[in-house]
């Protein structure tokens, strides 16, 4: 496949922004309710902790979405996965503001987050797979805003409508709009061409270039085929010699990151400023950290941005186990910023990730490193309560591990202008005979 930029590229960008902007609703926590929720559904007292529970299988749901949703996207496709998620998180979230029962409301919540999931992964893949290598970083990364303003969307959305099932429908309402993108949203011609379907990746591509105004000769049309035979790839693959360093240090990393995005995340309130306000924040400065990835990424390469970044949201949540209690500003601060560089270690590991694995297994890894952010995901609320011992506790986990896996990014390959490899038999990590070289 051709290294420039596709023509229907931004065209798929802009419909996979308006599906995360409306993802990021199902991670408001029943602690955040107001309007009755949590006396209605006995939440006080020694029940309390089932607020961080409900978390918990939230996150849970994370983990089979991208258990699921990973391998059948490269069995099936990238389109039909994505409308079946939008589906999905369409009926169960609208769902949600209906049920009876706070164990009801857990597994809702458990079925909306597979398809949260399902989509992230997804999107990730549809977009890389569309773009050439230039413009890889800014696709995923513009798309990527959308959680910021999903989040900013929350802060102000749970401020003006305190009663939590209200609050659910106007989240999850807007998602049944999305349901035009069945005639609109494209296949990945890239995976057509991996499967051996090849006259209908041309079509695709013919559309898209009759949409932007452009022209595709004939002959062009007839170079496009496999560089060589593809075969199928599988969940072992990931683990075979060539890709098995890339596949573990990945995993790890992408739980590095996940235990730190979601333990500043979800410890908003604990910081003792007002939640709506620190919200706010959190998912104003998430915009800033994206953005500031595309042009990190192409300064410094993906190797270094990854583990810099990670060893920097690290540390401060290693610095926040230091700050006295009655000093609610400065510890809010610090989170901020260490919710910056987590936010962006976070984006620079989805765009690291879809670049590492090759076409056949690029959502199975992808979903892999997915699973594995999700098994923090879950330890995250389940860790916070430790501050019962001692209030370090948890900011010291939160901190140490993205420290030490933060290392182990030395080990990988850059990507940084290298064409994405399609099948695990040749090219399988791109540059993989290349020194790692020094890190800094």
Not at 132 to 155: C, D, E, N
Not at 207 to 215: F, G
Not at 285 to 306: H, M, N, T, Y
Not at 393 to 417: D, N, Q
Request: charged share 15%; glycine share 8%.
């Amino acid at each position: 496949m051709a290294a420039t930029r596709h023509p229907m590229g931004h065209a798929v960008e802009q419909c996979l922004i308006s599906i995360l902007s409306f993802s990021i609703l199902p991670y408001l926590p029943p602690s955040s309710w107001k309007g009755g929720g949590q006396s209605k559904f006995d939440l006080v007292c020694d029940r309390a902790v089932l607020n961080d529970v409900s978390q918990s299988v939230y996150m849970a749901g994370l983990l089979i979405g991208a258990m699921i949703f990973g391998i059948l996207s490269d069995r099936i496709g990238r389109r039909p996965v994505l409308l079946i998620c939008i589906l999905i998180q369409s009926v169960f979230g609208l769902g949600i503001a209906f049920v009876p029962h706070f164990y009801v409301y857990m597994a809702f919540r458990c079925v909306v987050a597979s398809a949260v999931s399902g989509i992230m992964i997804t999107v990730v893949s549809l977009v890389t797979e569309w773009v050439g290598v230039s413009y890889r970083p800014k696709a995923v990364l513009i798309a990527h805003t959308s959680f910021a303003i999903g989040q900013m969307m929350v802060a102000g959305l749970s401020y003006g409508i305190r009663n939590w099932r209200l609050l659910e429908i106007a989240g999850s309402a807007p998602m049944f709009a999305l349901f035009f993108y069945i005639w609109v949203l494209p296949e990945s011609a890239r995976w057509l061409v991996t499967k051996g379907r090849i006259e209908e990746a041309k079509k695709v591509l013919q559309k898209a270039a009759a949409i932007n105004k452009r022209s595709l000769s004939p002959g062009l049309l007839e170079q496009l085929k496999p560089e060589q035979e593809v075969k199928s790839g599988s969940f072992l693959d990931l683990f075979r010699k060539d890709l098995r360093k890339v596949t573990l240090i990945m995993s790890c990393v992408w739980f590095a990151d996940s235990i730190v995005y979601y333990g500043l995340s979800l410890s908003v309130t604990d910081f003792g400023l007002d939640i709506y306000l620190t919200q706010l924040a959190f998912g104003a400065v998430e915009f800033p950290a994206r953005i500031s990835c595309i042009f990190l990424l192409d300064w410094f390469g993906r190797k270094k941005v990854q583990g810099i970044l990670l060893l920097l949201a690290g540390l401060m949540s290693l610095i926040l186990t230091g700050i006295p209690e009655d000093q609610p500003v400065a510890i809010t601060v610090l989170a901020i910023i260490g919710k910056f560089t987590a936010t962006a270690t976070f984006s620079t590991s989805y765009v690291y990730a879809a670049e590492l694995f090759p076409t056949i297994v690029r959502q199975t890894g992808v979903g892999l490193c997915s699973t594995m952010a999700r098994v923090a995901g879950i330890l995250a609320p389940l860790i916070i309560p430790l501050d019962q011992y001692h209030r370090a506790i948890p900011m010291a986990i939160f901190g140490s591990i993205p420290v030490v896996v933060a290392l182990s990014c030395i080990l990988l390959p850059e990507t940084k202008g290298v064409d994405l490899a399609d099948d695990t038999g040749k090219d399988q990590t791109p540059d993989e005979e290349q020194k790692t070289g020094e890190f800094f």
